[in-house]
Structures are given as structure tokens and as C-alpha cells.
């Protein structure tokens, strides 16, 4: 599904004109294949790191350095800062919409595919990676792996965010948001925004 996948996803990331130089941050999406089938790659940031996003399921990525020159640099120095992996220009797609993170950053996200995982060579950097876990395409399709928070703030306007379940870890947060628009530029026929219920 993705080398057929690429021209279509590279025009539609190309069309939607993200930008992305303004951006923050950026995180790469990192599609990839596991004995055959996609996937996406995501990692447990380290419980080591200060800071509100210390032990949360997360792409690779972080702050725009002064010496990078957009939001693509900086997702694939991230990338190789946090796993030890040189993920070339050519591999990458597009970028999504820039998003705000829960304190007001905001973040491009940058999609790329690194093809089988069995041809990479993983060296996370323990000081802010814990695990690095990969989820099917197929699973999180399943809508029985989906759900839904329903979140209320102080002034009662509410909101809602995708969550997916049953892995390794739950996916929340801006990381669910990003996963859900990757699906949604992947298989717009077959992924349905909002399709279940509440998270369980």
C-alpha cells in the first residue's frame, strides 16, 4: 500500500501547503513496514526528561534548532538525535498541517517513509527514548482500537480527541491527532474520522 501510495499522499501533502517554516517544532510520521504489512513507528519518550511530555507516547521530534532551515530539518535531526537513524530528504512525502501542542506550540508534522524496518538499524538514544514500538496500518483501522475523550473546559466549551488502543500504549493526545490526519491522507476511502464512541 505505500510505494503505491506515495505519488497520490506526496500531491495531496503538496496541495494542502502546510508550510511549516514558522512552526516551533516538528515531529516526523514515520510510515514503515513490518514483515510486509504498514505501519506506523512511534516511541515512549524517556522518563528521564524534565518537562510535562516525560514518559508519553510520542513521534520523533523537537524543538526548531536556530541552524535548521525548516520544519523538515528539524524532523530529521530529531530523528537521528533520538534513534540514530539518517532518514534521507528523498524519503520524505509532505508535511501535514502545522497543529498547536496542549501548550499553545506548534508543531509540523512531517511524514516520510523508511520502508522495511528490518533494513534499519535502531540506536535510540536512552536519555529520551524508552521503547520504540511500531502499530500496523490494519490495527489501527480496527474500529474495536479506536475511541474518543470527550474533554470540558472551565468555561464549558467541549472538545474531542481520537485515542487508539489495544498496543503496546495508548495513543493520545496531539500524537492520536497526527496519527489520525496520517490515516486520513492514507486511506481516505477506509478511515472515518469520529467513526466510535467515547474512550473506554
Not at 526528561?49 to 528539524?74: E, K, M, N, W
Not at 533520538?82 to 502545522?98: D, I, K, N, P
Not at 496542549?102 to 535502531?122: D, K, S
Amino acid at each position: 500500500m505505500l510505494p503505491t501510495g506515495n505519488r497520490r499522499c506526496r500531491a495531496r501533502l503538496a496541495a494542502g501547503g502546510a508550510g511549516g517554516a514558522a512552526a516551533a517544532a516538528a515531529v516526523l510520521v514515520p510510515l514503515c513496514s513490518v514483515r510486509g504489512r504498514p505501519a506506523l513507528l512511534f516511541t515512549l519518550r524517556s522518563r528521564r526528561l524534565a518537562g510535562p511530555h516525560s514518559g508519553d507516547v510520542s513521534f520523533p521530534g523537537g524543538r526548531r534548532d536556530p541552524a535548521d532551515g525548516d520544519a523538515v530539518a528539524t524532523a530529521l535531526r530529531e530523528t537521528r538525535e533520538e534513534l540514530g537513524v539518517a532518514v534521507a530528504a528523498t524519503s520524505v512525502w509532505g508535511q501535514l498541517r502545522t497543529l498547536p501542542d496542549r501548550h499553545g506550540m506548534t508543531v509540523a508534522p512531517v511524514v516520510a517513509n523508511l520502508g522495511p524496518l528490518e533494513a534499519l538499524t535502531l540506536n535510540p538514544n536512552p536519555d529520551e527514548v524508552e521503547e520504540v514500538f511500531t502499530l500496523p496500518l490494519a490495527h489501527l483501522l480496527r474500529e474495536e482500537n479506536q475511541g474518543y475523550t470527550h474533554f470540558r473546559t472551565a468555561s464549558g466549551y467541549g472538545y474531542t480527541l481520537p485515542v487508539f488502543l489495544n498496543g503496546p500504549h495508548k495513543v493520545w493526545g496531539l500524537t492520536a491527532i497526527i496519527t489520525e490526519l496520517t490515516l486520513e491522507l492514507l486511506l481516505p476511502g477506509r478511515y472515518r474520522t469520529g467513526a466510535v464512541g467515547t474512550d473506554r
